[in-house]
């Protein structure tokens, strides 16, 4: 007897920059192929920059699905991170070309989507292998980001602290200001406003 392969279409999602103070929020998701075991898999943060790129290719090549979706600094102001992170993860679900039976996400909170089994799992990165390659997708592809604004914004240093909040890039945004992609509902933007 042969089991239905759709219950077996299990989406893992995270997310990556709900802290920094600039950029957009990004978030991923992904459909693993239990039949092709990745090795290495967990939260993207515990994992050095090679292993990362390595994995990114990995997951890409062998995934079942996977996708990947923003929420814009300007999303990020209009209506709190919170709401643009559940808006990015609700974004890389639908942009899937196949529709999963359940979807993991990483976090407490289940973005408002109707229509799909969902279940929100506290440090999911760390247990759940299809939420340890969300993780590692979207933290890809929001570090590529941050490294463009860097190109375009030199003074701010974002690819050395991709736009989180270290003593550098406050140090630097008050010696310049406010740029057109800080988030300005965050305190340290907001002050300089």
């Keep these: 007897m042969h089991e239905n392969p759709i219950a077996k279409l299990v989406a893992g999602v995270d997310e990556a920059g709900r802290g920094p103070l600039a950029g957009p929020v990004v ?35 062998q995934a079942i699905a996977w ?43 289940l973005p408002p989507l109707k229509g799909y089994r969902m279940q929100a799992i506290i440090k999911g990165d760390l247990h759940e292998p299809c939420i340890s390659a969300a993780s590692i997708l979207a933290k890809q592809y929001r570090d590529r980001q941050m490294l463009e604004l860097d190109r375009l914004y030199p003074e701010y240093q974002f690819a050395q602290h991709k736009g989180y ?28 406003l």
């Design 165 to 192: 909040p270290t003593r550098l890039h406050r140090e630097l945004l008050k010696e310049h200001g406010v740029s057109p992609v800080h988030r300005r509902s965050f305190r340290p933007v907001m002050e300089l």
């Design 67 to 109: 996708a990947v979706a923003e929420a814009s600094h300007h999303e990020v102001d209009d209506i709190n991170i919170l709401q643009a992170s559940l808006l990015a993860m609700m974004r890389s679900i639908l942009s899937l070309n196949q529709k999963p039976a359940l979807v993991l996400i990483d976090g407490n909170r």
């Design 27 to 61: 978030a991923a998701a992904v459909i693993l192929d239990q039949n092709r075991p990745l090795d290495g898999l967990t939260d993207s943060k515990k994992l050095s920059a090679a292993r990362r790129d390595t994995l990114e290719q990995l997951i890409k090549h």
